[in-house]
C-alpha cells in the first residue's frame, strides 16, 4: 500500500465559528479537518495523528461516517504522471491510480493534489477515468499557488520592463495551470481549486479574476502573517479582504506551515476579520438573496401560467420597487393636470360647445358589453393598472393622488382568476371610498370605455422583456388615449460576457442527467443571483423597447395598423456586441440585466452600475453558452442576440464568437426554451 | 408570392453520360436539371420555360415525382439577410422565409444559395430554423466563387509583395466564407458547396483543401472555355483535373453563361475528359473500394468475435499481402538454415552426445495432453501459424518452403472452429503429404512442444494494433523457441490531422439520432476508405511494438515475468505529437494508419507515402474529434494518444489542442468503444 499523505505539516481548516474547537486540535500534530463553513450545526474537527499508510489507534478512532464526511486525503506529492519520462510517467499512473482505489475505498468527500504546471493532460485523463468508474467519487481539489516563483525567479532584475511582464506572468501562470486543467475535466463541478496565498499580491483584475473560480480553499501559510504590536499574527488590509472575499463565497481556511504563534491566535484573528466584515444584513438585496447565491431558476412565465400567492408575496415585499412606481405615477399626474388644465384654458377662450361629451361606456370582447363605472367630470385621471396582481400599484396610484392631490380613477385589469378576488376583497373593504373597478380578463382582448390616461403596469422580467411585457402592451395599445402616458415608457436588455464555471456547470446539470436535457439546459435563459463569477469585460445595452410603440412603415413611409386599427408594432430584435478582452479568461456565458425607465427621470434599473439600491424583485439572468471559449487579452469577443416572434411564442437564440472560434447556434427556432404568449 | 429562381440565364447540369438528353434541353432557353452522376440508370432532364414566379404551363408539366428529385431551387439573388440596415436585414429576412417556405412546399431535392462574404451569421440561423421546422428539408447548396474578385483587386499592382499577400488572400477568402457558414451549421451533411471555377486557379494546396470539402456541384462558366484550333470549346490541363478530381468525388458539373458555342460541344468535352481519366481498374484498390467511398464502418474484433467466411473471401484476395508474407518466411528460413548449419558444425566441431534429444510433445491447456505429430529430425523447421483462418498463410508457408527447399513443419493454430473445420479438409485433401497439423484453440493458452522456430500470424488491424496482435502475440510468447523469429517482428500505427466535414458529418450520425449515441460514434474508430478530406499536415508515428517483445523490467533492471513465466509485457502505450499548421484550415480528426515489418527487409504499408502497391486488406481508419478545431497558418497542433489496457480489454484515448482551445478527453476508461481480450 503506498503512502497517502492525509495530513502534511501543522495544517488546519478553521472556520470563523470554530473557536472551541481549537483545544483539542492542537493537542494533535497533524490534523486536516473538513467542515463546511456555512453549515448550520458546526461539527468539532477530528483529528489523525499520523499518516495514513501505517493505521494507528487514533487513526481508527474515526467513525466511518468521519471518513466519508470530514476527511481531505492528499495524493503524495511526489507523483508526476506527466513527466517526460515514459518509464516515470507509467509508474506514477499506477501509485496515482493505486492512492485513487484506496481513497474511494475510504469514501473521502474530497481528494486534494497540487498542480505544478501546464502539464496536466494525463492527470485530467485518469481523473476522469476515476469518475468514469466511481459510484461516489469524490470532490477534486487542485492546490495551486497564487503565484508561480519559477516564473517569477526567471526575470532579470536590471530589465525593468521585462520583470514587468514576467511579474504579470508569474500571477497569470498559476491561473492558466488550474483553468487547463478545468478544462480537461470539461468544467465538471465535482472539481475545484485550493489556493495558496502568497505573501504580495497580485493586482485586483487578478483576484477578480481567482472570485470567479470555485475555490474551495484558501490556505493561509503562517509566513505571511505578520506579528502586531502586541505580538499577534495579524494580515494586510489586502490579505484580509481576500480571505473575507473568498469565504463568502464559500472557500474554507487552512492555516498551514511552521508554528510561529498560538494556534488559537490565528483562529481568533481570522474569526475576528469574518466578524467585521460589512454586515450583509445592511445591504436588504443581500439579506434578502442569502440561500440562493449560484443557484439556478427558470424564469416565470406569468403571461402563459398564473402567478401562485407566494410569487405574489415576494414581489410585493420590495421596499424600492413600488416606491419609484409611486414617485413615477405623481409625475405622471402633474404633469396631466398641467397640461388638462392650459387645454382647459385654451378651450374655454375658444367655445364652451365641448362640453360633457363623453359618456362612460366600458365593453369588454367576447363577455358583453357592460357599464363599468358611474360618469365622472373632466378633472378625473383614468389609470389603468395592466396586470395588477394583488393591488400594489394600486396602491401606489391611490398614495400618488393623495400626494398630489387629484382626482383618479383606478380601473385594475387582471387576468389571474385567484388574483382578481384578492382585489375585489380589497374594493370592498380597503379601497370603498376610492374610485375603483376590478376588471377580470387579459389586457390584450380588452375593450375598455374611456381610454385610459395613463397605463401603469409592471411586466418586467429579469432580462427585461423577457417576460414579453412588449407584446401585452402593444396588444392592449388600444386601451390608452392618443398621447397617453404608459408607465414604464421604457426599457432596456443588457449583457456582459463572464467567466463562471459554476454556474455553467449547474447549468449543464440542472435537471437530469440526460444528454439531450443537457443540451436543452444550455440553451435556456437561467434566473440566478450571481456571485461565484467574474465579469470578462463591460455591460452592453442588447435591446430597447418604448412605450406606447411606433408602428412599423410601409415602404412609401405609411405606418401600418392590425386588424383593430392598433399600431402593427415588430418586437423582433437582433444585436451584435463586441468586447475586447483584458485579460487571459474562459468565457462561459453572459450576465443578463435590464434597466426601466418609469416616467420622467424614475427609473428601475437591476444593471450592476446602476442597480436600484435596496431592490430586490429581480435577479439577474445567466444566458451560458453551449461550448466555453477561451479568450486571450486583446480578443475581440463578438455575440449576436435576436428576439424572434412567431404567432404563438416569443424566444431569444444567441451565438458568440472569438478569433475563428464560433459557437453553435443556441436554441433554434425556441427549441430549448420559449415564452408562450 | 415573391420569385424564387429556379434558373438563371443558361444553366445545365450536365453528367459525362448524357449525351443523348442534350438535344431536348437546347430546345429551352431555361433549364437547372439534377441528376446523381453516379446514379446507374440516369434519367433524362425535365425543363422548365420560365421563372417560378409565375407558372406557366410548361412549369406544370413536371411530375411531382420531378420536383422532389430534378429540380434546384435558386434563392433570390438580391436577398441579404446579413445586411448592415436593421430594416434590409428583417425585410430580406422575411422575403427568405417566405421563399424557403414555398420551397418546403414544393419539396424540391436542393436549394441553392449564393454566399458573398463571411458575414453569415443571420443566414445560418435561418436555415437553421428552416431544418428545424421542415420534416423533409431540402438540401442547402451554397454557391461560392473560387477566388474573391474584391479582395483581388484590392491589391496595389505596385507592391509586389503586397500583392502576392492580396493573392493569397483572394484565394483563401471564399473558403472562409463557405468554412464558417458551414460552421455556424455546425457542418450539417444536408449543406453543400457549389464552386464557380474561375479562369485563373490557385495553388495546388487551395485546390487539395477544396477537394476535403463536400462540393456538390461545380459551375464552369462558359468564359473559361478556350476554343482549340478547330474552334471547339476546350478547358486548360488544369482545369481539367480539378473538373475529374471533382466530379469522382461526385460533383455534379453546370455550364453557365453567355453560348459562345455549340451547348452539345461542351458537353461532349467534359465527357471526354472524364472518359480519358486515369482508369480506376489500373489501380487494384480503386477498383476494389468502388462504393465504399466515405463509408464508415466499425473496426473488426477478431478476437471476440469470430469471422465469417465473406470477411474471409474478402482478406485472402489480396493480391499482395500473401506475396509479402512468402517473402518474409522464404528469408526467415533462409536465414535458419544458415543458422542451423553454423550451429551443427559447432556442435560436430565440440562433441555428439546432443543427439536426438527432441521428442514431440504437444499438449494443450484444459484439453488434456496429446501428440499432435511424429518426431522429425533436426533439419525440419516447425512453423507455426497463429490464427491459421483458413490457410493462407499455411499456404505460403509451404511456398516459401518449396522456393528455398527448406524441410518444414507446420503447426495451424486457430480458434474459430468453422475456419478449423476449413483447415482441416485441407490437411486432408489439399496437404495430404505435407507435414502440417492442425490446433483448435486460443494460441494465448496453448502449450505446444516442440516450440516453433518461426510463428506467423496476421493479426493487424488498420490502425496496426487496434485487432489486438500485441496482446495475442504476447500470449503466444511461450510457442517461440528462444531466438525464434516472428513474423511480422514489428509494426507501428500512424495519424494525420485531417479536415473532412463529411467523414465527420457521417461518423456523428453513424447511427440513430439520439444524443447519447451521437457522443458515443465521435469516440469510436471507423474503418472507411477516404475519400473527401484533406490531410492538414504529415503522417507521424504513434506506437511501436516489437516481437518476440521485451519484458519490463523492475527498478534493479530485472526482467519480470508472469505465472507461466512468459515476459511481462507492458502493450499500454502513450505519445504528444505535434503539427505545424501551414494552410489555415478546419481539422475534424485524423486519419489512421500502419506499417508492419514482416521479415528483414520485407514490409507491408497502408501508410499514404509507403502504401504496398496494390494491397486491398486494410482501409485507413478516421479518428473523429468532438469538436472540430479550426486551426490557422502557424497554429500547432497537439495530439495526444494512449493505449489504455486493462484485465478484460484494450482501449484508445485521445485530445487534441489547437492555442488555447483543448478538445474533451475522447473516449475515457473506454466508455465508447474498446477492444475485448
Known amino acids: ?45 477530528q483529528c489523525i495523528n499520523s499518516r495514513v499508510g501505517g493505521f494507528t489507534r487514533s487513526d481508527m478512532i474515526l467513525s466511518p461516517q468521519d471518513w466519508t464526511s470530514r476527511i481531505v486525503a492528499k495524493v503524495s506529492s511526489y507523483i508526476n504522471v506527466d513527466s517526460d519520462s515514459l518509464v516515470v510517467k507509467q509508474r506514477h499512473e499506477d501509485c496515482l491510480n493505486e492512492e485513487l482505489g484506496y481513497c474511494r475505498g475510504l469514501g473521502v468527500p474530497a481528494i486534494m493534489l497540487s498542480i505544478h504546471g501546464r502539464q496536466t493532460n494525463n492527470l485530467a485523463r485518469i481523473l476522469q477515468t476515476y469518475y468514469e468508474t466511481s459510484h461516489h467519487p469524490s470532490l477534486i481539489w487542485a492546490c495551486v499557488p497564487m503565484v508561480c516563483n519559477r516564473t517569477l525567479r526567471g526575470s532579470n532584475p536590471e530589465d525593468n520592463n521585462k520583470n514587468c511582464d514576467n511579474d504579470e506572468k508569474a500571477w497569470n501562470e498559476p491561473w492558466n495551470w488550474w483553468s487547463g486543467f478545468h478544462e480537461r475535466l470539461e468544467w465538471d463541478k465535482r472539481v475545484g481549486v485550493v489556493l495558496e496565498l502568497s505573501a504580495d499580491l497580485p493586482s485586483q483584475d487578478i483576484v477578480k479574476r481567482w472570485l470567479g473560480e470555485p475555490v474551495k480553499a484558501i490556505i493561509l501559510p503562517t509566513s505571511i502573517f505578520h506579528n502586531n504590536k502586541k505580538g499577534y499574527p495579524v494580515l494586510s488590509r489586502a490579505h484580509q479582504q481576500i480571505v473575507v472575499s473568498m469565504v ?5 481556511v487552512i492555516v498551514s506551515g511552521a508554528r510561529r504563534s498560538n494556534i488559537e491566535f490565528y483562529l ?4 475576528r476579520i469574518w466578524k467585521r ?10 439579506s434578502y438573496a442569502r440561500g440562493w447565491e449560484d443557484y439556478l431558476q427558470t424564469p416565470l412565465q406569468p403571461l402563459a401560467d ?33 397640461a388638462k388644465a392650459i387645454e382647459k384654458l385654451e378651450a374655454y377662450n375658444k367655445s364652451k360647445k365641448d362640453e360633457a361629451v363623453d359618456g362612460v361606456n366600458v365593453s369588454e370582447i367576447g363577455q358583453g ?16 393598472v395592466l396586470g395588477a396582481g394583488r393591488g400594489p400599484l394600486v396602491r401606489a396610484s391611490f398614495n400618488a393622488a393623495d400626494i398630489t392631490s387629484t382626482k383618479i380613477k383606478v380601473i385594475a385589469v387582471e387576468k389571474n382568476p385567484c388574483a382578481v378576488v384578492v382585489l375585489a376583497a380589497q374594493v370592498r373593504e380597503v379601497w370603498r371610498d376610492r374610485d375603483v373597478i376590478v376588471i377580470p ?8 370605455s374611456p381610454k385610459a390616461d395613463i397605463i401603469v403596469s409592471e411586466l418586467l422580467g429579469s432580462w427585461g422583456d423577457n417576460e414579453l411585457s412588449p407584446e401585452c402592451l402593444d396588444g392592449a395599445a388600444g386601451l390608452l388615449k392618443a398621447g397617453g402616458i404608459s408607465i414604464p415608457c421604457s426599457y432596456r436588455s443588457y449583457v456582459a460576457p463572464i467567466s463562471s464555471p459554476r454556474l455553467w456547470a449547474a447549468a449543464r446539470a440542472a435537471s437530469s442527467g440526460v444528454t439531450p436535457q443537457k443540451e436543452k439546459n444550455l440553451e435556456t435563459l437561467w434566473v440566478v443571483y450571481m456571485q461565484n463569477k467574474h465579469d470578462i469585460a463591460d455591460t452592453k445595452l442588447v435591446f430597447t423597447f418604448e412605450h406606447p410603440a411606433k408602428a412599423i412603415q410601409d415602404q412609401e413611409g405609411q405606418e401600418l395598423s392590425d386588424y383593430r386599427g392598433l399600431p402593427l408594432t415588430d418586437n423582433r430584435r437582433s444585436t451584435s456586441l463586441t468586447w475586447k478582452v483584458e485579460q487571459d479568461n474562459v468565457m462561459h456565458g453572459f450576465g443578463g440585466y435590464f434597466d426601466c425607465s418609469l416616467y420622467g427621470s424614475e427609473m428601475i434599473s437591476i444593471v450592476p452600475s446602476t442597480h436600484s439600491p435596496g ?63
Request: aromatic share 10%; charged share 25%; with cysteine.
Open 268 to 271: 481568533q484573528y481570522l474569526y
Open 1 to 45: 500500500m503506498s503512502q497517502l499523505d492525509i495530513s502534511c505539516g501543522l495544517e488546519y481548516i478553521t472556520t470563523p465559528d470554530l473557536q472551541n474547537c481549537l483545544s483539542e486540535a492542537l493537542r494533535c500534530n497533524y490534523a486536516f479537518i473538513v467542515s463546511p463553513i456555512v453549515h448550520p450545526r458546526f461539527r468539532r474537527p
Open 248 to 252: 463568502e463565497r464559500e472557500a474554507q
Open 277 to 286: 466584515r460589512p454586515n450583509p444584513a445592511d445591504d436588504p438585496m443581500l
Open 441 to 448: 380578463g387579459d389586457m390584450r382582448q380588452l375593450k375598455l
Open 615 to 677: 431592490m430586490i424583485s429581480w435577479f439577474p439572468v445567466f444566458i451560458p453558452i453551449k461550448t466555453p471559449l477561451r479568450v486571450q487579452k486583446g480578443d475581440v469577443i463578438k455575440a449576436t442576440f435576436w428576439r424572434c416572434v412567431d404567432s404563438r411564442r416569443v424566444w431569444y437564440e444567441w451565438n458568440a464568437e472569438v478569433g475563428g472560434h464560433i459557437t453553435a447556434l443556441h436554441n433554434p427556432n425556441g427549441r430549448s426554451s420559449e415564452m408562450l404568449l
Open 306 to 338: 398564473n402567478l401562485d400567492t407566494h410569487t405574489y408575496n415576494v414581489f410585493e415585499k420590495d421596499p424600492v420597487k413600488y416606491d419609484q412606481y409611486q414617485k413615477a405615477i405623481a409625475q405622471a399626474l402633474i404633469n396631466l393636470q398641467k
Open 369 to 384: 358589453e357592460g357599464k363599468v363605472g358611474e360618469s365622472h367630470n373632466d378633472d378625473t385621471i383614468t389609470i389603468m
